[in-house]
């Protein structure tokens, strides 16, 4: 079982819509989980962290976290074209950091 | 700005030749990782450091080395470069505990020949 499982997609959602991106994870004592999102030919890059159960907001995106079904979700509303890239989730157990393989995302205008 | 800089965004190299890639963070971080990625494998850890002269093997260490001598400095080496190596490569860095995430680099494509 790996570590860290993401639907591969593709996910496509019309401009202004909200973006699902889920992710569940196998480590039970995983710390702190975070969302990088990938444009094609570039390098991860990090947008959002949480560490507690709930949720968390920062701008568009939102991050929820339940660790009792180690799931880790990321919404995006309002879903732009400049969105459409591939979000990767990543966990650190404090020993190891675990990323999923991507989902992709498209934003159709 | 904090950065990640890898030397070279893209490079061709002949099947044989010894490759180095060079990544620099000014971030003073401890942890340093080499990763390659490739289209549906996602991201595999090949080597990395929790400090200077240290090493560690990740997942898939054979066929490249590191070397780091300098904290900020951590560099990857394909000791006789192969067509399977063609990859883009990613250095990253964080600090550790378990709240950090990383810091990636801009990346490297080698590409083999």
């Known amino acids: 079982q790996k570590e860290v499982e993401q639907n591969s997609g593709p996910l496509s959602v019309p401009e202004g819509a909200i973006a699902s991106l889920n992710c569940t994870y196998s480590d039970r004592v995983s710390q702190s989980f975070f969302w990088y999102r990938q444009y094609s030919g570039k390098s991860p890059e990090l947008i959002m962290s949480?560490?507690?159960?709930g949720d968390k907001e920062d701008g568009r995106f939102t991050a929820q976290l339940n660790k009792a079904s180690q799931y880790v979700s990321l919404l995006i509303r309002d879903s732009q074209p400049s969105d459409s890239a591939t979000y990767l989730c990543?966990?650190?157990?404090?020993?190891?950091?675990?990323f999923g393989t991507g989902t992709s995302l498209t934003v159709i205008p | 700005d904090v950065k990640v800089t890898q030397s070279s965004r893209y490079l061709v190299k002949r099947t044989g030749e010894k490759v180095f890639l060079e990544c620099v963070q000014d971030?003073?971080?401890?942890?340093m990782f080499w990763y390659r990625q490739d289209p549906g494998l996602g991201l595999r850890l090949i080597y990395f450091s929790y400090d200077v002269k240290m090493k560690e093997k990740g997942d898939i260490p054979e066929g490249y080395s590191v070397s780091r001598e300098k904290k900020e400095r951590f560099s990857l080496i394909l000791e006789s470069a192969s067509t399977n190596q063609t990859s883009m490569y990613l250095c990253?860095?964080?600090?550790?505990?378990?709240?950090?995430?990383?810091?990636f680099g801009s990346g490297t494509r080698l590409t083999v020949v």
């Open positions: 990543a966990v650190n157990t404090g020993n190891q950091f675990y």
């Open positions: 971030m003073d971080h401890e942890n």
């Open positions: 949480i560490y507690s159960n």
């Open positions: 990253a860095s964080n600090t550790p505990g378990r709240y950090y995430g990383y810091t």
